[in-house]
C-alpha cells in the first residue's frame, strides 16, 4: 500500500516539533514586559528623587530669603521657583513638571513647596498607561541657630605669594556669607586664630602667658590641661617664647617666627575681620596644633574671662547656638616645643573638640599626602568635614561650602 503524501492528522497531533520555539517565544514576550515594566518604574522612582531634591534647594533658597527678612513673600516664592527650576534642568528628560508653588509662611517659619508632575511611560503605553502621576508636597520649617566660628588659618612661609592671597579672598568670601548685610535672624560671630611657629595673642598674651612671653606669642601647654580648654585658672598658661633665653637656637633657624597678625576675638564687625585678614603676612614654619587649639579658646566658654565681654563665648549646648572650628593648612604640621610632634597633638586637640560636640571642618591646600591624612583623621574625629583644595578657586569653594553648612537654616521636616 502507498504511504500516504501527507501526514494524517493523529501524527499531527503528536509532533512535539516546534513547541520549545513557541514557549521561548511566549517566555521572552513575558519577560520582555517586565524589562519594560522595570525601566519605566526606574524612570518614576529616578524623578521622584530629582523632584525632591529640587524641591529641598528651592526650600532652603526661599528660607534664606525669609530668615532674611527682606523680601515680599512674592519675591521668595519667585526665587524658591528659580532654584527648583534649575536643579531640574537635568531632569526634564523624564519627568514634566506642569507647576510649582513655594509657599512662605512668616508666622510659623516655614516655606511649603508643591510639585505637580508626571512621568510619561515607554513600555507601559502597550498596557493602555501613558503617564503615572508625580506630586510632590513638602512642609519645610526652618530654625535659625546662632554660631560661633573660630578659624584656624596657616599664614607659614609655604603660604606666600599667590597662596596668601587666595587665602585671604576664601576667608573673606566666607565672612561675607555668614555676615551679609541688613538685619540676619541669628546671631554670628567670628573669631581669628592665624598661626605659623606660633599664635600671636597681642593685648591677651600676658595674661595668658603669665607675664611670659616678650614678643607676644604663646606656644603648648603642658601637663594634663595640654589638650583640653580648662580656663588658665584651672589648667595653668600658656609657654611664652622668650626668645634665646626660651627657646633653643636650632628651633629659630629651623623656622620660628611670631607672627604679626594678631589673633581676633569673636565679633560680628565684618570691617575688623576682613581688615585683619588682608594684613596677613607669610612667614615661618607650621605649629597647626598651636592654632588648632587657640581657634578652640575662641569659642570656648572656660575662656570667657580671657576676652572682651562682648566676644564672650556662650555656654557649650545652649540650645540655640552651633559652635564650629576650621582648620585649614597647605602643609605638615611641622614645628612643636614641649609636647612633641604637631601632628599627633592636633589630632588629640580635635578629639577633645569632638567630645564639646563642636564640629571641626578642615581644609588642605594643595597639601601632600599625609597632611590630608592629618586633617580627614580630624574631622573625622570632631563630626565635621573635610576638604581638598587643589588651587585658588576649589579654597573659595570649599570656604563657601562651609559657609552654607554653617548657614543656621535646617531643614527640620
Not at 310 to 337: C, H, L, Q, W
Request: with cysteine.
Amino acid at each position: 500500500m502507498p504511504t500516504a503524501p501527507y501526514p494524517t492528522a493523529a501524527k499531527i497531533a503528536r509532533d512535539e516539533r516546534g513547541a520549545v520555539t513557541i514557549l521561548f517565544g511566549f517566555l521572552a514576550m513575558v519577560l520582555m514586559v517586565f524589562i519594560g515594566l522595570a525601566v519605566d518604574q526606574a524612570r518614576v522612582y529616578h524623578s521622584n528623587s530629582k523632584i525632591a531634591a529640587a524641591a529641598d534647594a528651592a526650600a532652603l533658597a526661599a528660607g534664606r530669603a525669609l530668615m532674611d527678612g527682606a523680601m515680599t513673600n512674592a519675591e521668595i516664592s519667585a526665587l524658591g521657583e528659580r532654584y527648583f527650576n534649575l536643579n531640574m534642568a537635568a531632569g526634564r528628560d523624564f519627568a514634566n513638571v506642569s507647576r510649582v508653588q513655594v509657599i512662605p509662611n512668616r508666622a510659623d517659619s516655614t516655606i511649603e513647596v508643591k510639585v505637580d508632575a508626571g512621568v510619561p511611560m515607554t513600555f507601559m503605553r502597550v498596557a493602555g498607561i501613558e503617564n503615572v502621576a508625580a506630586p510632590f508636597d513638602t512642609l519645610t520649617t526652618f530654625q535659625a541657630s546662632d554660631l560661633e566660628l573660630g578659624m584656624a588659618l596657616d599664614i607659614t612661609g609655604s603660604m606666600s605669594g599667590r597662596k596668601l592671597a587666595d587665602l585671604k579672598a576664601a576667608a573673606t568670601d566666607l565672612v561675607e556669607a555668614l555676615l551679609p548685610d541688613g538685619d540676619r535672624p541669628n546671631k554670628v560671630r567670628i573669631g581669628l586664630a592665624p598661626y605659623s611657629a606660633a599664635v600671636q595673642l597681642g593685648p591677651y598674651a600676658a595674661d595668658a602667658s603669665n607675664g611670659t612671653s616678650v614678643d607676644g606669642c604663646v606656644r603648648e601647654r603642658t601637663g594634663a590641661s595640654a589638650y583640653t580648654d580648662d580656663s588658665i585658672d584651672v589648667g595653668g598658661s600658656y609657654r611664652g617664647n622668650g626668645r634665646f633665653t626660651d627657646i633653643d637656637l636650632t628651633e629659630w633657624r629651623q623656622g620660628y617666627f611670631c607672627p604679626s597678625a594678631q589673633i581676633v576675638p569673636l565679633t560680628e564687625d565684618k570691617d575688623i575681620l576682613t581688615g585683619s585678614i588682608d594684613r596677613y603676612i607669610a612667614s615661618g614654619a607650621t605649629a597647626g596644633h598651636i592654632g588648632a587649639q587657640w581657634a578652640w579658646n575662641l569659642i570656648s566658654p572656660n575662656f570667657a574671662t580671657l576676652w572682651p565681654s562682648d566676644s564672650e563665648p556662650v555656654a557649650y549646648n545652649d540650645g540655640r547656638t552651633t559652635k564650629a572650628v576650621i582648620i585649614m593648612t597647605d602643609g605638615i604640621f611641622n614645628m612643636a616645643y614641649e609636647n612633641g610632634n604637631s601632628s599627633a597633638q592636633a589630632l588629640s586637640i580635635c578629639t577633645a573638640l569632638g567630645a564639646t560636640g563642636i564640629k571641626v571642618h578642615t581644609v588642605a591646600f594643595d597639601a601632600p599626602a599625609s597632611a590630608k591624612t592629618m586633617l580627614q583623621n580630624c574631622a573625622t574625629r570632631a563630626g565635621g568635614d573635610f576638604h581638598d583644595a587643589a588651587d585658588g578657586d576649589e579654597l573659595r569653594q570649599a570656604f563657601l561650602s562651609i559657609a552654607n553648612s554653617l548657614n543656621g537654616l535646617r531643614l527640620t521636616q
